[in-house]
C-alpha cells in the first residue's frame, strides 16, 4: 500500500476514474462529493493526502481548507483549481495547501503529484515518530535491553548482528538515546547503497571546486556526527576500497576535507549493523579482519523473531493500537485462532513484516477483532481466494495483480532480501527493483 487518499468532487465521473487510477498504482482510495461528507468521514480516517475540488455543491473548497488541517493537520492537500484560476492556487497555497493542480490536467501530472505529496507526509510523520520503544519480554529481550542500558553511557563501538527487520536501527537509536550525546546529532550512513566513488564525499566532505559541480564546501557525515553517534547500517556490503579508508579514520579520527588540506578532528561514538554473517565475509575475503575488530569491540546479536515467540502478540498488538490511533480507527484485538497462526508464522522478515502487516489490517478492516482468516488473506495463505477474485479482471489487470502478489509474497519469504529473490525468481535485480517501485511494494526500509 503506497498511502491513503481521499478524493472530493462533485462529479462522479471524475471521482470514479481518479478512484480507479489511483487504485491501480496502489493507494488505498475514498471518496466523498460534499464538504459535509468530507467532514463526516475524517472524523473516522486518516488519509495521507485529500484531493481537493475547488467548487463543491455545499461551499468552496478552499474556505474549507483552514477546517480540513485542524483535523488533519500532517496532511498533504492538493487543490484542483479551474483553467486560469491563479488567484484561487494562489489563496490555496496561503491557507496550507501542498500543492495545487489546474484543470485540465493529465493523469501522469495527477500522479506524480500525489506521489509526491504522500511521500511529503511520510518523511514528516517519520521525523516526529523517530524514537520507537524498543518492545519486547521474551529472555533475550530482556537481556539486550539490560545490556544496553550498561553500554549507553561508555564510548565503546558497538556492532549490531541480526536478519533484517529484527530492529538493528531501533538498537542503534536506543544507545544513542541513552546516551549522553543524545543532544548531539545522530548520523547514520547506509553503506549499501554508496557507489565507492561517492563514499569519499559523503564520509569526508569537499571544499568548494574540489570537482566540477562541487559549488560550495560540504560538511562530510563524519564531521557531521562530531559529538555524537555515527551509524554506519548494511557495513557488510561496504567494498575493500571503501573499507580501507573508513579503517584509515577509525584509527586517527581525522582527516581532510577532499580538495582541502586543513585537518579535521572530529570525535563520535561507532554503532555499525550488519545482516550478513561478518565472520564468513571475512572468511570469504570480503570484509577486512582489522576493520571487524575496530568496529567491533562490543557484539549485540539480535535474534530473529521466530525465535521469541513470546514477543510475536505483545508486538502485534503494540502495532496494532498504534496504528488504530494514527489512522482514528476503533482500537482492534486478535482473536485466539489469528493469535494461533501469528505465533506459527516464519516472521523472515521479522518485526518489519509484523508491522506492515497490522498496519494493513487496522487500514483494510472496519471491525475491533481481527480474525485468522484476515491475516491468512494479507499473507497469501488463501491463494484460491485471491485466484477467485482475479478472474473478475481483463487479462491485462489480472496479470499485474497477479505479478504483484507474487513480488511481495516472495519478498516475504525471503525476508525482503532483494538479492536473493532475484536469484529465486530468476528476475535480474534492476527489474525487480523496478516492478517493486511500479506497483509500490512496502519494504518499509528505514520505519516509519
Ligand atoms: N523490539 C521492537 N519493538 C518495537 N518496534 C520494533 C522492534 N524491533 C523492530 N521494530 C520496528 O520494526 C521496524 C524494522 O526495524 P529496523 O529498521 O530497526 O530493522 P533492521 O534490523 O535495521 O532491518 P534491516 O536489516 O532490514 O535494515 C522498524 O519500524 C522498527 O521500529
Ligand atoms: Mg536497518
Redesign the pocket.
Known amino acids: 500500500m503506497k498511502g491513503t487518499v481521499l478524493v472530493v468532487d462533485d462529479e462522479k465521473n471524475i471521482r470514479e476514474t481518479l478512484k480507479n487510477l489511483l487504485e491501480e498504482e496502489g493507494y488505498y482510495v475514498k471518496t466523498a462529493d460534499s464538504i459535509e461528507s468530507t467532514k463526516k468521514l475524517i472524523q473516522s480516517e486518516y488519509f495521507h493526502t485529500v484531493l481537493l475540488d475547488v467548487w463543491l455543491p455545499d461551499g468552496d473548497g478552499i474556505s474549507f481548507l483552514s477546517h480540513l488541517k485542524t483535523y488533519l493537520p500532517d496532511t498533504s492537500v492538493i487543490v484542483i483549481t479551474g483553467h486560469g484560476k491563479v488567484e484561487h492556487a494562489v489563496r490555496a497555497i496561503k491557507d496550507g495547501a501542498y500543492d495545487f493542480l489546474e484543470k485540465p490536467f493529465s493523469m501522469e501530472r495527477l500522479l506524480l503529484t500525489v506521489e509526491r505529496a504522500v511521500q511529503e507526509v511520510l518523511r514528516r510523520r517519520g521525523e516526529k515518530v523517530h524514537q ?5 519480554t521474551s529472555k533475550p ?1 530482556l537481556e539486550l535491553k539490560e545490556t544496553i542500558a550498561k553500554i549507553a553511557k561508555t564510548n565503546i563501538n558497538v556492532l ?1 548482528l ?11 537509536r536506543t544507545i544513542h538515546h541513552l546516551s549522553e550525546r543524545k543532544d548531539a546529532p545522530f548520523v547514520d550512513i547506509n553503506c549499501a547503497s554508496l557507489p565507492d566513488d561517492l563514499i569519499e564525499a559523503e564520509l569526508f566532505g569537499y571544499e568548494k571546486g574540489a570537482f566540477t559541480s562541487a559549488s560550495a564546501r560540504k560538511q562530510g557525515k563524519l564531521e557531521l556526527a562530531h559529538g555524537g553517534t555515527l551509524f554506519l ?2 557495513i557488510g556490503d561496504m567494498s575493500l576500497k571503501a573499507q580501507a579508508k573508513l579503517l584509515r579514520v577509525l584509527e586517527t579520527k581525522s582527516f581532510t576535507r577532499l580538495g582541502g588540506t586543513q585537518v579535521v578532528h572530529s570525535e563520535f561514538r561507532l554503532v555499525s ?1 550488519s ?1 550478513k554473517e561478518l565472520s564468513e565475509e571475512i572468511k570469504k575475503g570480503s570484509f577486512r579482519e582489522d576493520l571487524y575488530y575496530r568496529i567491533s569491540a562490543f557484539v549485540l546479536y ?1 535474534p530473529p523473531l521466530r525465535e521469541r515467540g513470546e ?1 510475536i502478540i505483545l ?1 502485534a498488538q ?2 496494532l493500537d498504534r496504528f488504530s490511533v494514527e489512522y482514528k480507527k476503533p482500537k482492534k484485538c486478535l482473536t485466539d485462532d489469528a493469535k494461533a497462526l501469528l505465533m506459527a508464522h516464519q516472521w523472515r522478515g ?3 513484516e ?2 506492515n502487516l497490522m498496519e494493513r489490517l487496522v487500514i483494510l478492516h472496519a471491525g475491533e477483532e481481527i480474525k485468522a482468516e484476515d491475516i491468512r488473506v494479507l499473507l497469501g495463505i488463501n491463494p484460491l481466494e485471491s485466484y477467485e477474485r482475479l478472474f473478475q479482471k481483463d487479462l491485462k489487470s489480472a496479470k499485474r495483480e497477479f505479478e504483484k502478489v507474487f513480488i511481495e509474497r516472495k519478498l516475504r519469504e525471503y525476508g ?1 532480501d532483494l538479492r536473493k529473490v532475484s536469484k529465486a525468481i530468476n528476475l535480474d535485480l534492476s527489474n525487480l527493483y523496478r516492478k517493486i517501485r511500479q506497483y509500490g511494494i512496502e519494504m ?5
Open positions: 520507537d520503544e524498543l518492545i519486547g529481550m549490531i541480526g536478519e533484517s527487520g529484527t530492529g538493528k536501527e531501533l538498537v542503534a547500517d548494511e549493523a545482516n539480535l514477543d508486538l503494540h502495532f521479522n518485526v518489519r509484523l508491522k525482503y518499509d526500509k528505514g520505519g516509519g
